[in-house]
C-alpha cells in the first residue's frame, strides 16, 4: 500500500462540451496539493478515455492530450506521494471496467485499513495492479455482486475507514463522497447546468464556477449526465474532524474551507501568534507563500510594519518534493532570497506556518542573518508538529520531526533564532473555530479514526511495480 503519506488534487466536471479542458484548468488550480503525476479521465456517457502521465499539469497535458479526452464528463487528479518509486501505475485516476460499466476513480485521503482490505481481497482473488489503496475501493465495488451501482458504492465505502474525498466517474456520472469524518476537503460548484466538484474553491473560481456549497463528513452526492443530483447519504449528526493543517498550510489562501476564507482563518492565525509571542523588534515578513497571510495578521496585532523580506523563486517546486538531506539544504537556497536592503541593521520577526524537520527554518535564519539582521525572531503560526499524519498529509514519522525531539529552546538553538514561539492549542482555535470539529493529530497524536497495526511502516506493498502506457482507452465491457 502507498503508505500514510500522500497529498492530492482532485476535481470532477460533468456538463460542458469539453469537461476535460475544464478538468484540466481545476487541476491547474490544484497544483499545490500534488505535483508528482496528473491525470484526467473523461466520458461520453459511453466509453471513457484516459491519459495520466508524470509531472505537473502543463507537462502532462498537451493540446493532443486533451483532445484524446472527448465527452461531457471528466474526472481529474494531482497527484504527490513520498512513499515508493514515482511510477505512472500510481498515477490517478484509476480506470477499471466492470459489469456495469467503467468507473474512474479520483482520491484524496488516505485509508487507514486498507491493508487489511486489500489482504482479505487478494485473499479472495483479487488481482492489485497498483500499490494505492485506492485500488481497493475499485475492488470493494466490484466485489458486490448482487447490489445496483448506488448500494454497492455504499457499501463499499461502509468498508472504508480513515480519510477519503471520492470523485467516481460511471458511465451514467459521478458519485462524490467524503468520509464520515471529513478530514479532506470536497467542494461544489455549478455554472449553467454544469456541475463541478473540486477539493477547494480556488478550482472553481478558475471556472468563474459558483461555490455552492462544501460537500458535508460523510456525504455522497450523485450526479447525472445532465446535472441534476441528489444526495444519497447526508452527513452524520457529530462526527467532524477536519484538518486543521489545511488551514494552516495545504490549502490555497483564496479558498473557502469549513465554511471560512483560508486567508481570514491564516490571518486570525498570525493575530493569535502576536498576541502570544510579541517581539521586540523592527518589522515582521513571511517565509513566503504559504505564510503570507499568518505575517499579515502579525504584523496588524503587533503593529509592526510588515515587509518583503525573503523572495521566493516559484519556478522550482516545493523543496519537499526533493527528499534527501543534502538536497533539501540547497533547495532552501534556490527557493528563497532574502532582501538586504530590508533586513540590514533591522531586529526582524519571521513568521512560519510551520517547522517540520527544522532545516528551512535552520538555513533561512542564516540566510537572514547573512542578509544583516540585527536579531531573528522565528514565529510559527502552529502547535508543534509532533507525530506522522495517516490521514493523507505529508508529515513525516517523529524521528524526522525536530519537535518530537527536541524543546523549544533546543529547536531555537538549533535553527540559530534569537528567540522562537510556537501558536498554542488554545489559539489555534480561537483562530479557525472549536477543537471537536476538527483533527490536530499530527500536533497533538490523537488519531481519532484508529489506526491498523503496522501503518506506520513507510514500505510500499510487495506487489511489482506495474507500468502502465498513457493514453490509456478502456472500452466499456
Ligand atoms: P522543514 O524544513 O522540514 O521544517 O519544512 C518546513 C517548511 O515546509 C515550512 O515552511 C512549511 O511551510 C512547509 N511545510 C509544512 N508542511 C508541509 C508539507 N506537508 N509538505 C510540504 N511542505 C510543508
Known amino acids: 500500500m502507498s503508505g500514510p503519506r500522500e497529498e492530492c488534487g482532485i476535481v470532477a466536471v460533468i456538463g460542458p462540451e469539453r469537461a476535460a479542458e475544464w478538468a484540466c484548468l481545476g487541476l491547474y488550480a490544484l497544483q499545490h496539493r500534488g505535483q508528482e503525476s496528473s491525470g484526467i479521465v473523461s466520458s461520453d456517457g459511453v466509453r471513457a478515455y484516459a491519459h495520466r502521465a508524470m509531472g505537473l499539469v502543463a507537462d502532462a497535458f498537451d493540446e493532443s492530450a486533451l483532445a484524446s479526452?472527448?465527452?461531457?464528463?471528466?474526472?481529474?487528479?494531482?497527484?504527490y506521494s513520498t512513499t515508493g518509486s514515482p511510477t505512472l501505475a500510481n498515477a490517478q485516476p484509476i480506470l477499471v471496467n466492470y459489469r456495469d460499466g467503467f468507473l474512474a476513480v479520483a482520491h484524496n485521503g488516505n485509508l487507514t485499513n486498507a491493508r487489511t482490505l486489500r489482504r482479505r481481497l487478494e485473499r479472495s482473488g483479487s488481482i492489485f495492479q497498483s500499490t494505492m489503496d485506492t485500488e481497493v475501493v475499485v475492488h470493494l465495488i466490484a466485489a458486490e455482486r448482487d447490489a445496483s451501482r448506488d448500494r454497492a458504492l455504499l457499501n463499499a465505502l461502509d468498508r472504508l475507514t480513515g480519510a477519503y474525498s471520492l470523485l467516481i466517474l460511471t458511465p451514467d456520472g459521478l458519485?462524490?463522497?467524503?468520509?464520515?469524518?471529513?478530514?479532506?476537503?470536497?467542494?461544489?460548484?455549478?455554472?449553467?447546468?454544469?456541475?463541478?466538484?473540486?477539493?477547494?474553491?480556488?478550482?472553481?473560481?478558475?471556472?468563474?464556477?459558483?461555490?455552492?456549497?462544501?460537500?458535508?463528513?460523510?456525504?455522497?452526492?450523485?450526479?447525472?449526465?445532465?446535472?441534476?443530483?441528489?444526495?444519497?447519504?447526508?452527513?452524520?449528526?457529530?462526527?467532524?474532524?477536519?484538518?486543521?493543517?489545511?488551514?494552516?498550510?495545504?490549502?490555497?489562501?483564496?479558498?473557502?474551507?469549513?465554511?471560512?476564507?483560508?486567508?481570514?482563518?491564516?490571518r486570525r492565525l498570525g493575530r493569535e501568534l502576536a498576541r502570544e509571542h510579541p517581539a521586540d523588534a523592527d518589522c515582521v515578513f513571511a517565509v513566503p507563500d504559504s505564510s503570507n497571510s499568518a505575517a499579515l495578521g502579525y504584523a496588524e496585532f503587533s503593529g509592526l510594519p510588515f515587509e518583503l523580506g525573503l523572495i521566493r523563486n516559484h519556478y522550482i517546486g516545493r523543496t519537499f518534493?526533493?527528499?534527501?538531506?543534502?538536497?533539501?539544504?540547497?533547495?532552501?537556497k534556490i527557493k528563497y532570497n532574502p532582501v538586504s536592503s530590508v533586513i540590514r541593521g533591522k531586529r526582524v520577526v519571521v513568521v512560519d506556518d510551520s517547522i517540520v524537520r527544522g532545516t528551512t527554518s535552520k538555513a533561512l535564519v542564516g540566510l537572514v542573518r547573512d542578509a544583516g539582521a540585527a536579531e531573528v525572531h522565528l514565529r510559527v503560526a502552529s502547535p508543534p508538529l509532533r507525530h506522522p499524519c495517516y490521514y493523507g498529509i505529508d508529515i513525516p514519522s517523529r524521528d524526522e520531526l525536530i519537535a518530537a525531539n527536541m524543546t523549544v529552546p533546543e529547536i531555537a538553538a538549533f535553527v540559530g533564532a534569537d528567540s522562537l514561539g510556537y501558536l498554542s492549542?488554545?489559539?489555534?482555535?480561537?483562530?479557525?473555530?472549536?477543537?471537536?470539529?476538527?483533527?490536530?493529530?499530527?500536533?497533538?497524536?490523537?488519531?481519532?479514526?484508529?489506526?491498523?497495526?503496522?501503518?506506520?511502516?513507510?514500505?510500499?506493498?510487495?506487489?511489482?511495480?506495474?507500468?502502465?502506457?498513457?493514453?490509456?482507452?478502456?472500452?466499456?465491457?
Open 425 to 477: 492549542f488554545d489559539g489555534l482555535y480561537r483562530a479557525v473555530g472549536a477543537r471537536e470539529h476538527h483533527c490536530d493529530a499530527c500536533m497533538s497524536g490523537n488519531y481519532r479514526v484508529p489506526l491498523e497495526p503496522g501503518i506506520e511502516e513507510k514500505t510500499a506493498f510487495e506487489t511489482p511495480e506495474l507500468r502502465v502506457h498513457s493514453p490509456v482507452e478502456a472500452p466499456v465491457a
Open 69 to 79: 479526452l472527448p465527452g461531457t464528463a471528466a474526472v481529474g487528479h494531482n497527484r
Open 175 to 266: 458519485y462524490a463522497a467524503r468520509d464520515p469524518h471529513g478530514f479532506r476537503p470536497l467542494a461544489l460548484g455549478r455554472r449553467d447546468g454544469a456541475v463541478v466538484v473540486a477539493s477547494e474553491s480556488c478550482a472553481l473560481d478558475l471556472l468563474d464556477v459558483e461555490l455552492e456549497r462544501e460537500l458535508g463528513p460523510g456525504e455522497v452526492l450523485k450526479v447525472g449526465l445532465d446535472g441534476s443530483y441528489e444526495t444519497l447519504r447526508a452527513s452524520p449528526a457529530d462526527a467532524e474532524c477536519l484538518c486543521v493543517f489545511e488551514q494552516i498550510y495545504f490549502a490555497r489562501p483564496d479558498s473557502t474551507l469549513y465554511g471560512m476564507s483560508v486567508d481570514e482563518a491564516r
Open 321 to 332: 518534493i526533493q527528499p534527501g538531506q543534502a538536497v533539501r539544504d540547497f533547495r532552501v
